[in-house]
T-cell receptor, first 110, second 114 residues
Framework: DAKTTQPTSMDCAEGRAANLPCNHS???????VYWYRQIHSQGPQYIIH???NNETNEMASLIITEDRKSSTLILPHATLRDTAVYYCIVRVFGGFKTIFGAGTRLFVKA | DGGITQSPKYLFRKEGQNVTLSCEQNLNHDAMYWYRQDPGQGLRLIYYSQIVNDFQKGDIAEGYSVSREKKESFPLTVTSAQKNPTAFYLC?????????????FGSGTRLTVV
């Protein structure tokens, strides 16, 4: 599985959109982009995934560039409860040895 | 509700002792995984199992052992050979057909060597 690069930390004001970038320049054609988040001392929680099209669900939106070398997770109206570490990973469908990097620590401030 | 249960939540071990962390899932998932997380760091794969009675080493398997005798259960033993076992341990599972949706994680076990 390809590696990803994310900023170490980001701040966001409550109620504003949080845009979390991820670089995955070595992604291959059969690898999906997944986003998870981990609230302190809990297990990571699945947020969203995509292959090449933009995706949206009740939690977030995922924007993948046309060349698939980067993506952005968007939390449209961040709340204090969105403060967490966000992991961007790339993974072959059915793959087992997924690499979780250090992620981005998002601080949502009142 | 279906999910993954890890127990205990906190575990203290004396140096030189083996300890077993429990992971049970009722999601009917085929694959199960163990990850280790150190403070401020990402997750590192210890072992994974695709089916019952089969498992493979991950990136940091030394000092750990697992078994997969039942589909629902994937216990991890931290042996005395593990040099620095203090960490947060996470168990996860994924289904064969639904693996595209990634992993479901347990709430973790925090192991401290005293």
């Amino acid at each position: 599985d390809a590696k990803t690069t994310q900023p170490t930390s980001m701040d966001c004001a409550e109620g504003r959109a949080a845009n979390l970038p991820c670089n995955h320049s070595t992604i291959s054609g059969n690898e999906y982009v997944y986003w998870y988040r981990q609230i302190h001392s809990q297990g990571p929680q699945y947020i969203i995934h995509g292959l090449k099209n933009n995706e949206t669900n009740e939690m977030a939106s995922l924007i993948i560039t046309e060349d698939r070398k980067s993506s952005t997770l968007i939390l449209p109206h961040a709340t204090l409860r969105d403060t967490a570490v966000y992991y961007c990973i790339v993974r072959v469908f059915g793959g087992f040895k997924t690499i979780f990097g250090a992620g981005t620590r998002l601080f949502v401030k009142a | 509700d279906g999910g993954i249960t890890q127990s205990p939540k906190y575990l203290f071990r004396k140096e030189g002792q083996n300890v077993t962390l429990s992971c049970e899932q009722n999601l009917n998932h085929d694959a199960m995984y163990w990850y280790r997380q150190d403070p401020g760091q990402g997750l590192r794969l210890i072992y994974y199992s695709q089916i019952v009675n089969d498992f493979q080493k991950g990136d940091i398997a030394e000092g750990y052992s697992v078994s997969r005798e039942k589909k629902e259960s994937f216990p991890l033993t931290v042996t005395s050979a593990q040099k620095n076992p203090t960490a947060f341990y996470l168990c996860a599972s994924s289904s064969g057909q639904g693996r595209i949706y990634g992993y479901t994680f347990g709430s973790g076990t925090r192991l401290t060597v005293v």
